[in-house]
């Protein structure tokens, strides 16, 4: 029995072969029953929330659209199902048990196909972007590649700005705005449309717009100005990459983005703090499909890690900023403030900014106090109860001052007190008031 079993092994392992070997062109086309009537097929290489890089392979017979949609880091396959009528794409996505378990659909322009994403229900999804390529893609490419922070300087409607700009994805922006004059940082949020043109408001701590930026980002060169001003073309004069790394199966997967600089100490505790993560969303992830070993449209995305950086302040000295670690899993979100001395090889604390002999723990609470008094939401009953229960115990270094930040809340977001470095002087140490000189 067992030299039989060997020997019909033999002879259909060529089958075996061929069948793992059939590319996705022939794949797609063997999901139409009149083949001959098959007018294109086009292979697409794209990302979901650009971050789960994806591969896609499409035929059209002028009525059915059908294909296969790949996941590179896990090679998890789907079918899929739909029509183009106008340059609309509508495709279900079809599970290994062809039940649905998505929902893709989006326009196509020339060789790109942008739209959304959502799981059978519409409770989960993102935005979908993809390129035609000449050959279908296998690997995946590096999720950080279109992703940075740049430092820009110019002079905009009469002032003189710097601006500190983070890349989190294809559209978004998020940083900060420094007015030279008034010694004042505004946080910046926005987005870049189809075109690469852009709207950033500039808000202050009380939550109040005081400018709208407009402009085009051509790769990492900004053309910006007021609605009411002329645009000025500004290069970047400092920047930092990102880190990111990213996974997406059926159910579950994780994505986390970093910030890294050309100091190895920094890199190495950022990494640390990581890979910590990355472990414990890879644990949960095994325990989760352990525990379901079929598959069910049900299941379909529930299980996600999110995890992201944002820089506030860097210079060859410094660099301060948040990482937010968060799941699906377990409520709320783990928050990380850094301030690393770049000089030194280690991370800066209130008591290697502060001078011991000076009671500056009583001057802060009393300053985020008042401040957040005159903060637009304060009216709010409901608000003034959270932030009354809710510590500035986080602190990061900025331009113009310390900023000192309370936890995330999903309904009013992270809350800061920027104290500028004028008010702090009697309180801050003469090693520190040397470091922050550029």
């Given at each position: 029995m067992i030299k039989l079993q060997a020997i019909l092994l033999i002879l259909l392992s060529p089958i075996f072969c061929h069948a793992q070997k059939i590319d996705a062109k022939d794949y797609v086309k063997t999901l139409f029953e009149n083949q001959a009537e098959i007018q294109w097929v086009k292979h697409y290489k794209g990302r979901i929330d650009d971050l789960n890089d994806v591969a896609m392979t499409l035929g059209f017979d002028g009525v059915d659209c059908k294909g296969r949609l790949t996941y590179l880091r896990s090679n998890t396959d789907f079918d899929l199902n739909g029509y183009i009528e106008d340059g609309t794409l509508f495709l279900q996505e079809l599970d290994q048990q062809k039940k649905v378990s998505g929902i893709l659909s989006g326009k196509i322009v020339g060789k790109t196909i942008n739209g959304n994403w959502k799981n059978f229900d519409g409770s989960r999804g993102g935005n979908l972007s993809l390129t035609e390529t000449e050959k279908i893609v296998k690997f995946p490419s590096y999720c950080g590649d279109n992703k940075w922070i740049r430092k820009y300087q110019g002079k905009i409607a009469n002032d003189n700005w710097e601006i500190l700009l983070q890349k989190e994805s294809s559209d978004q922006l998020t940083g900060l705005i420094?007015?030279?004059?008034?010694?004042?940082?505004?946080?910046?949020?926005?987005?870049?449309?189809?075109?690469?043109?852009?709207?950033?408001?500039?808000?202050?701590?009380?939550?109040?717009?005081?400018?709208?930026?407009?402009?085009?980002?051509?790769?990492?060169?900004?053309?910006?100005?007021?609605k009411k001003s002329k645009k000025i073309t500004l290069s970047p004069i400092e920047g930092?990459?990102?880190?990111?790394?990213?996974?997406?199966?059926?159910?579950?997967?994780?994505?986390?983005?970093?910030?890294?600089?050309?100091?190895?100490?920094?890199?190495?505790?950022?990494?640390?703090?990581?890979?910590?993560?990355?472990?414990?969303?890879?644990?949960?992830?095994?325990?989760?499909?352990?525990?379901?070993?079929?598959?069910?449209?049900?299941?379909?995305?529930?299980?996600?890690?999110?995890?992201?950086?944002?820089?506030?302040?860097?210079?060859?000295?410094?660099?301060?900023?948040?990482?937010?670690?968060?799941?699906?899993?377990?409520?709320?979100?783990?928050?990380?403030?850094?301030?690393?001395?770049?000089?030194?090889?280690?991370?800066?604390?209130?008591?290697?900014?502060?001078?011991?002999?000076?009671?500056?723990?009583?001057?802060?609470r009393n300053y985020t106090k008042k401040e957040i008094r005159n903060h637009q939401l304060y009216a709010d009953p409901d608000f003034k109860k959270w932030i009354k229960n809710n510590e500035f115990s986080y602190f990061t270094i900025r331009k113009d001052g310390i900023c000192f930040s309370t936890k995330y809340s999903m309904l009013y977001g992270r809350q800061s007190v920027t104290i500028p470095f004028r008010q702090l002087q009697p309180f801050l140490k003469k090693s520190f008031i040397t470091m922050m000189k550029e």
């Open positions: 420094f007015h030279k004059k008034k010694q004042t940082s505004y946080s910046l949020k926005g987005n870049v449309g189809t075109n690469d043109n852009f709207t950033l408001k500039a808000k202050n701590q009380k939550g109040q717009i005081v400018e709208t930026f407009v402009g085009v980002l051509k790769q990492d060169q900004l053309t910006i100005g007021t930092l990459t990102i880190g990111c790394v990213e996974y997406a199966d059926y159910a579950t997967g994780y994505d986390i983005t970093f910030p890294k600089t050309t100091n190895a100490a920094f890199n190495k505790q950022i990494n640390e703090e990581t890979n910590a993560w990355i472990k414990a969303c890879r644990n949960h992830l095994l325990k989760v499909k352990k525990q379901n070993t079929s598959i069910n449209p049900k299941m379909r995305a529930t299980e996600r890690g999110f995890a992201w950086g944002e820089v506030e302040y860097f210079s060859k000295n410094v660099v301060s900023g948040f990482m937010t670690f968060s799941n699906t899993w377990t409520p709320g979100q783990k928050l990380i403030a850094f301030n690393f001395d770049m000089e030194n090889d280690r991370m800066m604390y209130l008591e290697d900014v502060f001078e011991k002999k000076k009671d500056y723990q009583k001057y802060i």
